[in-house]
T-cell receptor, first 115, second 114 residues
Framework: DAGVIQSPRHEVTEMGQEVTLRCKPISGHNSLFWYRQTMMRGLELLIYFNNNVPIDDSGMPEDRFSAKMPNASFSTLKIQPSEPRDSAVYFC?????????????FGNGTRLTVT | GDSVTQMEGPVTLSEEAFLTINCTYTATGYPSLFWYVQYPGEGLQLLLKATKADDKGSNKGFEATYRKETTSFHLEKGSVQVSDSAVYFCALSDGTGGYNKLIFGAGTRLAVHP
């Protein structure tokens, strides 16, 4: 049973470049979440989707960040242009349904370094 | 808004010691409560959960009881092992607007020494 798959695992890029992070949720899960983890801020919810529709993007830090979910099996988080302060581990998570009792399943994350 | 507060780490223990990691929450409704664990280089994994008051979640020797009167969900284990070294996150589900997103605490790092 494949879990949530994220790619790449590591990304190193220069300031100003575009970065695209990818996520494949667990088959059958219809809610998808993007989180960012840093030492200073901990885990921050950036955006979440239900049935491929963005429900809450209030955590997206700036217009430089955008997320899409073109179908039930794929999502992307894009940063353009990237800045050093975007360096963090980005996690994707999926869940079946919207009930509060249903746990999230996390991918192993993408470690982004912007120099 | 809803929030979760965890005790600050790191928590350093010897093997076979008793573990408590405190977690309290603020919520307007009746959230579900969770503990997640994160091992180095990995994503978060669900450790245990409780969905209503007085429920006890348990897994791998860890336990936590949903205490509505004290708005707490403290994590306990009777005898820790070196392999329990990880970061532990308390979380609640926020049902605002009918969609339940998870709100996490800051995490507590546990280091267990032989």
């Amino acid at each position: 049973d494949a879990g949530v798959i994220q790619s790449p695992r590591h990304e190193v890029t220069e300031m100003g470049q575009e970065v695209t992070l990818r996520c494949k949720p667990i088959s059958g899960h219809n809610s998808l979440f993007w989180y960012r983890q840093t030492m200073m801020r901990g885990l921050e919810l950036l955006i979440y989707f239900n049935n491929n529709v963005p429900i809450d993007d209030s955590g997206m830090p700036e217009d430089r960040f955008s997320a899409k979910m073109p179908n039930a099996s794929f999502s992307t988080l894009k940063i353009q242009p990237s800045e050093p302060r975007d360096s963090a581990v980005y996690f994707c998570a999926s869940r079946q349904g919207t009930g509060g009792w249903s746990p999230l399943h996390f991918g192993n994350g993408t470690r982004l370094t912007v120099t | 808004g809803d929030s979760v507060t965890q005790m600050e780490g790191p928590v350093t223990l010897s093997e076979e010691a008793f573990l408590t990691i405190n977690c309290t929450y603020t919520a307007t409704g009746y959230p579900s409560l969770f503990w997640y664990v994160q091992y180095p280089g990995e994503g978060l994994q669900l450790l245990l959960k409780a969905t209503k008051a007085d429920d006890k979640g348990s897994n791998k020797g860890f336990e936590a009881t949903y205490r509505k009167e004290t708005t707490s969900f403290h994590l306990e284990k009777g005898s820790v092992q070196v392999s329990d070294s990880a970061v532990y996150f308390c979380a609640l589900s926020d049902g605002t607007g009918g969609y339940n997103k998870l709100i996490f605490g800051a995490g507590t790092r546990l280091a267990v020494h032989p």
